[in-house]
């Protein structure tokens, strides 16, 4: 069975191309047979693209920016040149898009309709840089392959589960119901993430009371009792919570108000500064990017440290947080570009839990170990790496509604 996984971002395309045994889906994640990714932002009004496939790396510069015939192009090496790997684009069985924002509408993978475009595009004030590409992907598969089934997987779906006391925000309460409120984001790689510590801890998922943590550029943690979300730390948009590569996280909104009455920001600006400027780019002014700051650090930059140890500061606060939600820990899962690589996060954001009987095994932990418990065999919590698969989590999805 062949399954196309797409996966928009708002300036990125990638898509992978899985092929399953129709019977058994295999235990642990294949590689996928070919992997592509288009890139708008190295080349002004031109998309990179690069495509894996046959252990063969191509490289091909797109005419424009266009999403759509970008995709169509990104496909077409599927069936041609040094790293086709199907006969006719008509092989594939099902197509699983990654939907940023899916509202509270839908807590499952769902077969996309009519119906469910016009849901993902009336959503697109919500998540407007993610929503519209997704759109402008599951269109141009439908121009390709008219009968092929698409399924939407909602990056919301996993957290429609998180009661209201957690979900609601303390505002008049008609505009709860106008949808202001906690969405949650990352579903899919905290979903994952859980049912991995469940089979690597070797205990029922419906037993255990876990917090993983998806720290990327954007980062979100999610409280999870007995396999379901309860509480998480992004909301209505993903700039809530942690503090993370460029965006703020929480800060007080009375801010926001401070800076249109008193300086004169309009929305565009605030947004901007929020989700572009902010977080430990903001604070270091100097990178986003984590291993930047480390390195800064160790030369002694004032500004990178300071924006390190803020960085752990609102980590430990927000795990605090989860960790009040929960009522206990039995798992603490680190996952994505910083949880899987960073030995000194994980160092420093688990000596904060010291006192409930965390312990980490320094050797472990500083061999980055993917799919492996960390902590100490005393220790009272087990601390896990996970390497987080989103795209095999959707296509796991798409294998199970086939
Ligand atoms: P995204 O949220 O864009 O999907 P990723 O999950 O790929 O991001 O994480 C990217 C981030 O991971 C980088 O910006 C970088 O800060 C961080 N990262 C990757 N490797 C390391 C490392 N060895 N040490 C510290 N940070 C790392």
Redesign the pocket.
């Given at each position: 069975m062949k399954i196309l996984v797409l996966n928009a971002?708002s300036s990125s395309q990638k898509s992978c191309l899985y092929d399953l045994p129709a019977d058994n889906l295999p235990t642990n994640p294949p590689e996928p047979i070919w992997e592509a990714m288009i890139d708008w932002t190295v080349l002004a009004e031109k998309g990179v693209l690069t495509v894996k496939a046959n252990a063969i790396k191509q490289k091909i510069e797109l005419a424009n920016s266009d999403r759509r015939s970008g995709i169509a192009q990104m496909l077409n090496t599927l069936q041609t040149g040094e790293t086709q790997v199907l006969n006719s684009l008509i092989e594939i069985d099902m197509v699983g898009h990654r939907v940023v924002h899916g509202g509270t509408n839908y807590s499952q993978a769902t077969l996309i309709t009519d119906e469910v475009k016009a849901t993902i595009k009336k959503l697109i004030p919500l998540a407007p840089s993610h929503n519209p590409a997704h759109l402008e992907g599951i269109e141009t598969i439908e121009s390709l392959l008219t009968n092929t089934p698409q399924i939407a997987v909602f990056d919301t779906a996993f957290h429609t589960t998180i009661p209201p006391e957690a979900a609601f925000y303390p505002i008049p309460y008609k505009w709860t119901k106008k949808g202001i409120r906690r969405y949650g984001f990352h579903g899919t790689s905290h979903k994952y993430c859980a049912q991995k510590a469940s089979k690597l801890l070797n205990q029922p998922l419906d037993s255990l009371k876990l917090i993983t943590c998806?720290?990327?550029?954007?980062?979100s943690l999610t409280a999870i009792k007995n396999g379901i979300s309860i509480d998480t730390t992004m909301g209505f948009t993903p700039l809530e919570g942690l503090m993370?590569?460029e965006r703020s996280g929480s800060i007080d909104p009375a801010i926001l108000i401070y800076l249109i009455r008193e300086q004169g920001f309009n929305a565009d600006q605030l947004n901007h500064l929020l989700n572009k400027e902010s977080g430990?780019k903001g604070v270091s002014q100097m990178?986003?990017?984590?291993?930047?700051?480390?390195q800064a650090m160790q030369e002694g930059n004032e500004q990178a440290k300071l924006a390190f140890e803020m960085y752990i500061h609102r980590f430990r606060a927000c795990l605090g947080q989860m960790l009040a939600s929960l009522g206990g820990l039995d798992g603490l899962v680190f996952?994505?570009?910083?949880?899987?690589?960073?030995?000194?996060?994980r160092e420093k954001v688990c000596e904060g839990f010291a006192f409930l009987g965390l312990k980490l095994d320094p050797q472990k932990n500083a061999q980055?170990p993917i799919n492996q418990d960390i902590s100490t065999t005393d220790s009272l919590i087990r601390v896990l790496v996970i390497h987080?698969e989103e795209d095999w989590a959707i296509a796991e999805e798409c294998w199970n509604f086939k």
């Open positions: 971002g998806h720290i990327g550029n954007g980062a993370m590569g430990l990178s986003a990017d984590l291993r930047s700051i480390l996952t994505a570009g910083v949880g899987e690589n960073s030995a000194i996060v980055s987080t």
